[in-house]
């Protein structure tokens, strides 16, 4: 299992606000276990600490922005991308101002800053939301889809579409097959605008930082000097001498020809890392935006908590014991042998497994026309599960029985129908003792839990 990372020594940095103006100074720190990334407004009256979540996003007009506790950070997104594929788990970003530096647009001179201080591995287990099933998701008034996909071994990819119907843009795709690809093929790709937006973002007082140096400025027509001499006052940059063309702004060339649709991809990682853990899986993004990537983080983290609870096993692998072992350690026999095989077992823990087919004899009578699985029989299969276990702690235990003496704690929640395939898992309560076993046990269907309870049985030796 990875562990978790942060930062071997703090970093400092400082620069000017894309939107702001404002010149910003950030030292990012180390963290403690399951910290996550946080910013911590030096600057502000008790210095509030604001959690890089999605919950804490309040606007994404031009970049991302966090509010907590009468504080924000404004354009977070390209500092995260850094610290996310840099594989740090645990960071503390303190800052003594409104937005984080813009540098040069990208991700680069963050990770650059990184590296000078290294790294130190934690005692604990990275967090991940692993992607299990295809997640599909988008907003159809600003035409952006997303879908989740698994990925084979669990690596985090990207795949990106831009599409701004632009004689210079036009169609655009990236992708990003490992996070470890994110250093060389995407952190150096700078944030872009068109310049038609240049002179509206201006008077909105939206790129008060902006410069030729930060952004990518795509033409998309010829300009008049008129034209162009008013863009310049409105930026703050009279004085500024540019030559105009049908493509890139001056000396913005881009470093790579889909460098726009690459510097998405870079926000969706930084986006997503507002999920407040790693990504296992593939996720693929048409016409994204900041507004949609954190709608869409939002989406993650809801279906990382529907996992919660959840009992992920394959069942094609090779059982620890099958049918023919099971029969000689339990005395059950047909049709009371509800226990197929047993997939796992520990010192504190057993699952197995029963198969629902039509054929089960209580579907004669439970019941005619809408065959339902008991719930006293779920019941019983678990109570099975749990004499293997209780069993399993003695020697020769076909020479033991075990007999429940107590069920609490039952709860029934969604039927068990033919053709499902029921999974047990029980866990140890407490040490055995005097042949004494509390066990709690949750039984699954596609692993969701179906239904659980809590027993006492007895290991009694036969005579």
């Not at 992920?312 to 029969?327: A, G, R, V």
């Not at 276990?389 to 235990?397: C, N, T």
Request: glycine share 6%; net charge negative; with cysteine.
């Amino acid at each position: 299992m990875i562990k978790q990372r942060t930062l071997s020594s703090s970093v400092k940095l400082s620069g000017i606000g894309l939107h702001t103006g404002t010149i910003c100074e950030i030292e990012i720190f180390p963290a403690k276990e399951n910290h996550w990334y946080k910013f911590q407004r030096t600057d502000l009256e008790g210095q509030p600490i604001i959690d890089a979540l999605a919950m804490n996003v309040s606007t994404t007009k031009r970049g991302t922005t966090l509010v907590k506790n009468g504080a924000e950070v404004n354009t977070v997104e390209h500092l995260l991308a850094a610290l996310y594929s840099h594989e740090i788990d645990n960071a503390l970003i303190k800052i003594n101002g409104p937005e984080v530096p813009i540098l040069d647009g990208s991700a680069k001179y963050f990770l650059d800053a990184l590296d000078k201080v290294g790294i130190t591995e934690q005692e604990a287990d990275r967090n991940y939301i692993s992607i299990d099933e295809t997640i599909p998701f988008e907003i159809t008034e600003i035409e952006a889809e997303f879908l989740a996909v698994p990925t084979l071994g669990g690596e985090y990819r990207i795949t990106v579409m831009v599409d701004y119907k632009s004689p210079v843009l036009g169609t655009q795709h990236a992708s990003m097959y490992k996070l470890e690809d994110f250093r060389e093929e995407i952190s150096p790709c700078r944030t872009f605008v068109f310049l038609k937006e240049v002179a509206a973002l201006a008077q909105a007082g939206l790129i008060k930082g902006g410069d030729l140096d930060n952004a990518l400025v795509l033409v998309e027509r010829e300009y008049s000097q008129s034209e162009i001499k008013e863009i310049l006052r409105l930026v703050g940059k009279p004085d500024l001498d540019v030559k105009v063309e049908v493509g890139y702004l001056n000396s913005s060339k881009p470093i790579f020809q889909n460098e726009p649709a690459r510097h998405k991809l870079l926000d969706i990682v930084g986006d997503l890392a507002l999920t407040g853990k790693f990504i296992k899986g593939h996720i693929l993004a048409a016409r994204p935006g900041h507004h949609s990537n954190v709608e869409f983080a939002k989406k993650l983290i809801e279906y990382d908590k529907s996992k919660k609870g959840r009992l992920d096993i394959d069942l094609t692998k090779e059982p620890l014991y099958d049918i023919n072992q099971i029969s000689k350690m339990l005395p059950h026999r047909y049709p009371f042998l509800l226990v197929d095989k047993i997939m796992e077992m520990d010192s504190e823990s057993i699952i197995g497994v029963k198969n629902i087919t039509m054929n089960e004899p209580f579907f004669t009578g439970h019941f005619p026309d809408n065959p339902v699985m008991p719930g006293v029989l779920q019941l019983e299969a678990m109570a099975q599960v749990g004499g293997i276990f209780a069993l399993s702690s003695v020697d020769e235990p076909e020479k033991y029985s075990t007999y429940f003496m107590k069920i609490d704690k039952v709860k029934f929640k969604q039927k068990v129908l033919p053709g499902d395939t029921v999974v047990f898992k029980l866990k140890l309560d407490s040490p055995i003792r005097r042949g004494l076993v509390n066990m709690s046990g949750v039984a699954y269907v596609n692993g969701k839990p179906v239904s659980e309870a809590s027993m006492l049985a007895q290991i009694v030796k036969d005579k």
